[in-house]
């Protein structure tokens, strides 16, 4: 599309009937400041000139609406999230002053000033509407701004809400097998990060508990991996095999979550009140607080859920006997395709275990997806941690060939937004990554100089190490 000059007003209209002329959607101003068509000379509601660096990347999921975004404000460079609106009220309306996620915004950016403008303590406001030359009513009603790609486009808003930086054409100019090659460099390395960093948990807290607790955050997911590392470290994996019973240890888990159902507020099933009534009876004699909180279910599919996983967890460790290093040692393989297979097999079998306490239905075994993320984050780091502790040379050397025979993982956000950075176009990605080692490559590329830098190539050495240079 040709954009229009910025300094000659913006056009913008809304494929939404229900909307005033004058008041483009959220969707269409989330673009708007995406493509930074905003013109020259901007400045915040108080006064103060705004110069955007980087707008940040789009927040698809919960929270504000773009994260790491870099700013000088009034001279003064700061960095943060963004949140975008219609109205400046919304911030009200939408609960964000309740909201200890949206602590870190450090500009909102609105259409309209109307509502409570400044009523946030040191929040500054851009309003967009005085800079815009109208809002244009096109036929068959508002539709997206000339400046602004339609919501329609593949891919959008990765396609982008991150554009190519600047070792992308040092990238493009590169054969497929020598991207593969730089690529797995930086898994492996990403690899043995993550192995040394087990090793030193290990050391800190003996090798069981270190496995165990990465586990039950690996069980966690995205979304609440911390609050399981909480539960791990408040439940030591050791105390809770000294526990006589598979109950007791049921009602420490569930009671220590702070996820036991509470029956004066929850209606249960008859067949489940005693059960509930017993683990609450067993936590509370055993005098322990609740030890992790802040679960989220936000935007999760209902396997997702926390007390899904939870149980999930619960099913596996019982099938181990609480002995997870013990579980994982006992996996013998002379080759790196036959330890994968053992280990996805010994997966597959653990969680299929009956659970000890059935307050949700049984959770689903895990998939062959989530299998290769445990594989790929822990499972295969810690047995080359500990291979390499114990100076077995030849285990290290086969947890590493089985990691980069390792087949691709599910893609997150974050590999898709390297993607769009460094390959040009972004859908080279299934040709240069098929697997898992060359994702965790983009993974380690983003958290040593994309993050850091703030999405600014200025100085960065990535493309200096690119082959060509």
């Known amino acids: 599309m040709e954009l229009p000059d910025p300094g000659a007003g913006l056009l913008l209209c809304d494929h939404n009937q229900d909307l005033p002329e004058s008041q483009p959607s959220e969707r269409s101003l989330q673009m708007l400041w995406n493509e930074q068509q905003l013109g020259p000379d901007l400045r915040?509601?108080?006064?103060?000139?705004?110069?955007?660096?980087?707008?940040?990347?789009?927040?698809?999921?919960?929270?504000?609406?773009?994260?790491?975004?870099?700013?000088?404000?009034?001279?003064?460079?700061?960095?943060?999230?963004?949140?975008?609106?219609?109205?400046?009220?919304?911030?009200?309306?939408?609960?964000?002053?309740?909201?200890?996620?949206?602590?870190?915004?450090?500009l909102h950016v609105v259409w309209s000033a109307a509502g409570r403008v400044d009523a946030v303590p040191g929040l500054p406001v851009l309003c967009l509407q005085a800079r815009t030359g109208g809002i244009a009513r096109g036929g068959g009603g508002y539709g997206t701004a000339v400046a602004l790609v339609p919501d329609a486009e593949p891919g959008y808003p990765y396609a982008r809400c991150v554009m190519p930086g600047a070792c992308a054409a040092r990238f493009a100019a590169m054969e497929r097998d020598q991207v593969r090659e730089f690529l797995e460099a930086a898994g492996l390395a990403r690899f043995r990060e993550k192995a040394e960093k087990l090793f030193c948990e290990?050391?800190?807290?003996?090798?069981?508990?270190?496995?165990?607790?990465?586990?039950?955050?690996?069980?966690?997911?995205?979304?609440?991996?911390?609050?399981?590392?909480?539960?791990?470290?408040?439940?030591?994996?050791?105390?809770?095999?000294?526990?006589?019973?598979?109950?007791?240890?049921?009602?420490?888990?569930?009671?220590?979550?702070?996820?036991?159902?509470?029956?004066?507020?929850?209606?249960?099933?008859?067949?489940?009140?005693?059960?509930?009534?017993s683990l609450w009876d067993r936590w509370w004699t055993a005098g322990r607080p609740p030890a992790a909180g802040g679960w989220s279910r936000c935007m999760q599919r209902p396997a997702n859920r926390p007390e899904r996983r939870l149980q999930a967890a619960l099913n596996w460790l019982e099938s181990c006997a609480w002995r997870p290093q013990s579980w994982l040692e006992r996996v013998v393989a002379g080759s790196p395709r036959e330890l994968l297979r053992a280990l996805t097999l010994a997966w597959q079998q653990g969680v299929k275990t009956a659970a000890p306490?059935?307050?949700?239905?049984?959770?689903?075994?895990?998939?062959?997806?989530?299998?290769?993320?445990?594989?790929?984050?822990?499972?295969?780091?810690?047995?080359?941690?500990?291979?390499?502790?114990?100076?077995?040379?030849?285990?290290?050397?086969?947890?590493?060939?089985?990691?980069?025979?390792?087949?691709?993982?599910?893609?997150?956000?974050?590999?898709?937004?390297?993607?769009?950075?460094?390959?040009?176009?972004?859908?080279?990605?299934?040709?240069?990554?098929?697997?898992?080692?060359m994702q965790q490559g983009l993974l380690k590329i983003r958290s040593d100089f994309c993050r850091g830098a703030g999405g600014i190539c200025a100085g960065c050495p990535v493309a200096a190490e690119l082959p060509g240079n």
């Open 202 to 277: 290990g050391v800190r807290d003996g090798f069981e508990q270190a496995l165990y607790a990465a586990i039950l955050e690996a069980f966690g997911y995205r979304m609440n991996r911390e609050p399981m590392r909480r539960l791990a470290a408040a439940l030591p994996v050791a105390e809770l095999r000294r526990l006589p019973e598979p109950l007791d240890r049921a009602a420490a888990v569930w009671g220590g979550a702070g996820l036991l159902p509470d029956p004066c507020l929850q209606p249960l099933p008859a067949g489940r009140r005693e059960l509930v009534r």
């Open 357 to 437: 306490a059935p307050i949700l239905h049984a959770a689903a075994p895990l998939g062959g997806s989530r299998i290769r993320d445990l594989l790929a984050n822990v499972a295969l780091p810690f047995l080359y941690a500990h291979a390499v502790h114990q100076g077995k040379e030849e285990r290290a050397r086969l947890a590493e060939d089985a990691f980069r025979q390792l087949p691709r993982l599910q893609s997150n956000r974050h590999v898709e937004e390297m993607a769009h950075r460094l390959l040009v176009p972004a859908s080279r990605l299934r040709e240069v990554a098929p697997r898992a080692v």
């Open 44 to 106: 915040t509601t108080d006064g103060r000139v705004l110069e955007v660096l980087h707008p940040g990347t789009w927040n698809v999921a919960a929270g504000p609406d773009f994260s790491g975004a870099r700013l000088r404000l009034g001279g003064i460079e700061i960095a943060g999230a963004v949140e975008v609106h219609r109205h400046a009220g919304d911030w009200y309306a939408h609960g964000h002053d309740r909201d200890l996620v949206y602590g870190g915004v450090v």
